[in-house]
Nanobody
Framework: QAQLVESGGGLVQAGASLKLSCAASGLTFSTSSMGWFRQAPGKEREFVAAISWSNSNTYYADSVKGRFTISRDSAKKTVYLQMNTLKPEDTAGYYC??????????????????WGQGTQVIVSS
């Protein structure tokens, strides 16, 4: 049974940094593309960043490009989201997602079968 566990969320002031982690188990991490999505209250879940299993290409939403960085550590079976220069509009629940052997559509929630429970990020102004 695949399991994704996020951590690292919290309450920070605008301009601060946070690093989210997502530890994976029960799946073959080396062949899984990983994504980060977020959902604010009353809004739909939106894509944040993804990293492909096949070539480690990374993809970002325009709203976070240049501020957020996704990375993966295969030895630890963990994917990270480094978030810098946080803004109040980054406030949301952040969710990790995984899917095996896919390299396209990584910005779409429907691509992924496996999801974590989420970690909350609150950015105060």
């Amino acid at each position: 049974q695949a399991q994704l566990v996020e951590s690292g969320g919290g309450l920070v002031q605008a301009g601060a940094s946070l690093k989210l982690s997502c530890a994976a188990s029960g799946l073959t991490f080396s062949t899984s593309s990983m994504g980060w999505f977020r959902q604010a209250p009353g809004k739909e879940r939106e894509f944040v960043a993804a990293i492909s299993w096949s070539n480690s290409n990374t993809y970002y939403a325009d709203s976070v490009k240049g501020r957020f960085t996704i990375s993966r550590d295969s030895a630890k079976k963990t994917v990270y989201l480094q978030m810098n220069t946080l803004k109040p509009e980054d406030t949301a629940g952040y969710y990790c997602a995984a899917e095996s052997y896919v390299s396209t559509g990584l910005n779409l929630p429907r691509t992924y079968r496996y999801w974590g429970q989420g970690t909350q990020v609150i950015v105060s102004s």
